[in-house]
DNA sequence: CGCGGACTTGACGTCCCTCAACGCCAGTGG
DNA sequence: CCACTGGCGTTGAGGGACGTCAAGTCCGCG
């Protein structure tokens, strides 16, 4: 791995200084793989680690009062897991692996040196915080205000993008890695229903099952129906940050 | 005002230094007052503007393409307004006034140079977006998980505490300045179920209603209904800042 | 006095949940 | 080899929570 995980997010946002970059490599300390369903942490843990996903993907979940479970978030390459914990002394999500992963742990205090040493790469950490806040806000909409349908449409096209920037395959194919409860807890709904909704996304031409892969038959009529809004990320067109500080 | 919005914000996680105190007060540029209705910024304005709310309550939501509206947020002094602007050139979300409000304009730039003058000031606003995004993941477990009647309630208390801390009142009484209809697009229902459900809520003995003004009659019990977690914030002790580096 | 906006309440409809049964498949142990 | 098990997916029938539609009240305001 020649540069780090942070260092290749956030290069996707702006180029970074050679020193800059190894800056986030050294962020990054001990190395921990996770077979599929291990548990990185568990909500109200003490004093939680942070953690940087380098392989794999993983998804965060709260469990509330009648055993319910709500999936909060997924996680890919990259992204920082539990930077809840710099401030809650006590983690508010529990975090656990989809597939096989590998995860980097990175140090509190690190992270506040890395805001004196380059100021850059901390305005970029609020940005990045910022474009995961437009995000969440999306979801919540999702939940909100649309129909079973259209969270499950949008969960499939939320996921599939992320792949796709992660494995660079560009096909409308892929492995969707989750069960139908999985699915259900994500969107707000049931196993049973987010079966009878994947039902009638595939017979009306939107998509195809096979075992575990997902095929986007028609995304056009897809994205319609998730109520999609692309948010160009990256170094779109729709991305400023012209603001920042010069690098160090 | 002796000191800035965003330093007493802030100030309530740490002590800040002179100099801190100084900076924030000088990213707060012209102030603007407004009356309730008026929209500060409307989603999909080129260029938005970043504010910091000085006196009243703001909200800001998105409007979904069948026409229907999710409120995203409530806005109280010293919440900083459309922090989204520093990365998308098009703003994500409507910002809108609900009492009489006086905000005051922030300069993109001007956090980039706070982050290289002041690090530990730029690791707070990181901080403190952990703090939002873990407010905003209980919202969307509330929405995904929970019955009209939590998430009724769940409201009322939110708004209740936020308002506590701004007006300093310590009661169980006070003026929730929302129409039904609002109280129904944050939280994912409709005007008329919103409204059997305050009335539930009424004729359960948990709360009582008087024109605009809300009274908690039996506050235990509607923190259970509301599925409440208490998530201590500012100086309590369930958050850790000793990671932050030293002051400036 | 008329008007519009917010609140209230009832009747009815629908979307999604609950419960239940069944099939498929991968283990696993005999 | 087969019986047994548990997890996941699939489908149907029935019910409940919440939405929709409609009517009426109250109140502030021109």
Known sequence: MTTSCLAERLGELIDLSDSEKAA????????RTLRRGVVLLREHDKAPELFVVRRGTMMSYVILPDGSRQIVRFLFRGDLIAMAGLVYRTAPETVIALTECAVASVDRAAVGSLAVEHP???????????????????????????????????????????LRVVDGTGGDSFHLGLTQEEI??????????????????????LIARDGGRMTFVN??????????????????????????????
């Not at 990045?128 to 096209?157: F, H, M, P």
């Not at 259900?184 to 031409?205: I, K, P, S, Y």
């Not at 995304?219 to 920042?244: K, Q």
Request: proline share 2%.
């Open 24 to 31: 986030l490599g050294s962020l990054e300390l001990r190395e």
């Open 120 to 162: 850059r790469l901390a305005a970029l950490l609020i940005a990045v915080d910022q474009i995961e806040r437009v995000a969440l806000t999306d979801r919540l909409a999702g939940l909100g205000r649309t129909s079973a349908k259209a969270r499950v449409a949008a969960l499939l096209i939320e996921i599939r993008n992320r």
């Open 184 to 205: 259900g807890d994500a969107t707000g709904l049931t196993a049973v229903h987010v079966n009878r909704m994947l039902r009638q996304l595939q017979d009306e031409g």
């Open 219 to 248: 995304e056009a009529a897809l994205l319609r129906t998730a109520h999609h809004t692309a948010r160009d990320s990256a170094r779109a067109a729709g991305v400023d940050l012209s603001w920042l500080p010069p690098a160090r």
